[in-house]
């Protein structure tokens, strides 16, 4: 390789290097906020913390999360609100997660939230079932494109936070064997309408 | 008298003195971009390990690797590829900045790719080996949603040996010191 290819070559290392280490001393407002205004209890409504064990804590790093057991009427359920401002690799596409957790897939299902579409899973693992509803929400729609949220957060990213609040992952798991009505657990569950 | 310098199977020898062989080998740039891109992917590491779906990646990685390997044993006649190649590198220390800035493991998995492509480059045939680096990275096991991850190991595997069989059987590599 001649010498003048070389050179640009170690000034473009060198230039990725500096780059990638100065960004880090431009943190990004988080979306702690949402998780911090979500009520413990309320009408109709009741919850207790669910602590994160020392595997999930060493995978979700300095992300920001929210793990609580919702009574819900006399549903029960686990929510989960991730928000992966300071670790983004926090949050997976769920199907690829629950898929590497050992989890298949054997049904999937639409559902409405006010106008916005969110998902319900059907899961089995061995001779355990498990729903699960998931969406995606940036505080001006729902959604559950994993490409949405890449380029979403990407963008932000790029542009310092100006493109808008950072996306958060909510998860809505059945707890235990119970079965759940969801659209009425929705419909009673009104706080979790404003995530 | 045999000098133990091979080029692509073209009937002709280049004559083989120590330093032409050295010359062609890759540079010290280039090893430390494919370094550079290797730790921005070291993510890989953890989905390889932890991830059902992306079991025995390293192993597609270890195959899909050889050609860039072989650039030791069986240096090409470099210096006419050259523009493409820093073409390459600089792609890859680009995606290595994207991926970091963006925060987004598959663009430096690409990165990682076209380094290493830059290093092995030779000639058309590279494009598929080069498609082919989608084996071992977790981009797979997510477009291939519906498949069990007991079936992406020999789908991951069976690329890696497509791809990596395809640029190495089809470049006519020959040993050094072979007549």
Same mark, same amino acid.
């Given at each position: ?35 911090? &205004?979500?009520?413990? *209890? ?21 992300? *920001? ?11 029960? +359920? ?10 983004? *690799? ?27 579409? +969110? ?25 559950? &494109? ?21 996306? +958060? ?13 969801? *659209? ?12 | ?7 692509? $199977? ?39 390990? $932890?991830?059902?779906?992306?079991? !025995? ?85 997510? !477009? ?36």
């Amino acid at each position: 390789m001649n010498r003048s290819s070389q050179k640009l070559l170690w000034g473009g290392l060198l230039l990725a290097i500096v780059l990638g280490t100065t960004w880090r001393f431009f943190p990004l407002p988080d979306a702690g906020d949402v998780l911090d &205004s979500l009520p413990k *209890h309320g009408p109709g409504f009741a919850s207790s913390e669910v602590p994160l064990t020392p595997q999930e804590d060493a995978h979700l790093g300095n992300a *920001h999360v929210l793990r609580r057991i919702y009574q819900v009427a006399r549903q029960r +359920v686990i929510l989960t609100i991730v928000d992966g401002s300071r670790n983004r *690799h926090a949050v997976h596409d769920p199907l690829y997660c629950y898929r590497g957790a050992g989890w298949e897939v054997i049904g999937r299902r639409p559902m409405k939230i006010d106008d916005d579409t +969110v998902e319900l899973l059907k899961l089995k693992k061995q001779d355990r079932q498990r729903e699960v509803l998931f969406w995606y929400s940036d505080g001006r729609s729902r959604y559950t &494109s994993a490409p949405r949220y890449w380029w979403e957060t990407t963008l932000r990213r790029l542009t310092f936070g100006r493109s808008g609040r950072e996306p +958060v992952l909510v998860v809505v798991e059945q707890f235990g064997t119970d079965s759940i009505n969801w *659209h009425r657990m929705l419909r009673q569950f009104t706080a979790l309408r404003d995530v | 008298m045999l000098t133990g310098v091979l080029t692509r $199977q073209t009937g002709r020898s280049q004559g083989g003195s120590p330093d032409l062989v050295a010359r062609d080998r890759p540079d010290v740039v280039e090893l430390a971009v494919v370094l550079y891109c290797a730790w921005q992917s070291r993510d890989l590491v953890i989905a390889w390990q $932890q991830s059902s779906v992306d079991r !025995l990646g390293w192993l597609a990685l270890s195959i899909w690797c050889l050609p860039a390997l072989a650039q030791w044993c069986v240096p090409s006649r470099r210096r006419e590829t050259e523009r493409l190649r820093v073409t390459l590198l600089g792609l890859a220390l680009l995606c290595g900045v994207l991926g970091e800035l963006g925060d987004v493991n598959t663009v430096q998995h690409v990165g990682l790719a076209l380094a290493l492509a830059g290093i092995a480059w030779r000639g058309k045939r590279t494009i598929p080996w080069l498609l082919g680096a989608i084996s071992w990275m977790p981009l797979l096991a997510w !477009l291939a949603e519906g498949t069990a991850p007991a079936d992406l190991v020999p789908l991951r595997l069976g690329l890696a040996l497509l791809a990596t069989g395809w640029m190495l059987l089809g470049s006519r590599y020959r040993w050094r010191g072979k007549s």
